[in-house]
């Protein structure tokens, strides 16, 4: 029987798609329980690999995330940063930011990663200092209103990964709603001086650099 990609990567990767795996599941655990009102959706594990590469790129020593869920990829951005690596993590969901934080202690994570409460357009302006990795996941909605941000808490070297443009583009998420919020997000980072930007088709991620 042939191998399906899935099968294919997770063995090139020899275990580098594994780590921090009980998160994901706890994840999807969740979601499942609680039903079409949460979207505590983690990333796929196959892209575990990324951070590393990213973070070796950029030599991180912080990152940040918006979006946390259960902490899942927090967890993998914090590996793959290594023991001086820092991760802040904006969660708004406080039942979601809750269960990040026990992740973390039962992981012995808790003094790398910071989960920081609230909803991204609010937490994002108290933040001060250069992030080398930035992940948007949450509410597309709000990306538009980020830019700014993502300006002043970048250097130039430093990445900012996006996801959930799906629902500009096709795949899951078609019928939600923010298409124009995404069209306008993308328009103005892809326009910014300050970024270099590149949308992976059928990943449906967008790879910005700040130059
Ligand atoms: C797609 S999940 C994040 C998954 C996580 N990044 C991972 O890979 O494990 C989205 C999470 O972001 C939170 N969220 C959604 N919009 C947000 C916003 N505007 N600010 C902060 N958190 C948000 C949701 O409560 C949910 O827990």
Same mark, same amino acid.
């Given at each position: ?113 910071? #989960? ?43 990445? #900012? ?20 919020a995404i069209e306008s997000y993308l328009t103005s ?21 700040? #130059?």
């Amino acid at each position: 029987m042939r191998k399906s990609v899935k099968q294919l990567l997770t063995e090139i990767y020899d275990g580098r798609a594994e780590v921090h795996l009980s998160l994901y599941q706890l994840s999807n655990q969740h979601r499942r329980k609680h039903g079409r009102g949460c979207d505590m959706f983690p990333s796929d594990p196959l892209q575990a690999p990324l951070w590393t590469v990213l973070a070796s790129l950029t030599h991180a020593r912080r990152m940040l995330e918006v979006g946390c869920g259960h902490g899942y990829t927090a967890a993998v951005m914090a590996s793959a940063g290594g023991p001086d690596c820092h991760v802040d993590t904006i969660e708004g969901e406080p039942h979601h930011a809750d269960l990040a934080e026990q992740a973390f202690l039962e992981r012995g994570l808790s003094r790398r990663i910071r #989960v920081l409460r609230g909803r991204g357009q609010n937490v994002l302006p108290t933040l001060k200092g250069r992030y080398d990795i930035v992940f948007l996941d949450g509410d597309w909605r709000e990306y538009p209103r980020y830019i700014p941000h993502l300006r002043r808490l970048t250097r130039p070297g430093s990445i #900012v990964v996006t996801a959930n443009l799906n629902p500009l583009f096709g795949g899951w998420g078609g019928r939600l709603p923010g298409k124009p919020a995404i069209e306008s997000y993308l328009t103005s980072i892809v326009g910014d001086p300050h970024f270099r930007t590149y949308v992976i088709r059928g990943e449906w991620h967008s790879i910005s650099v700040r #130059v």
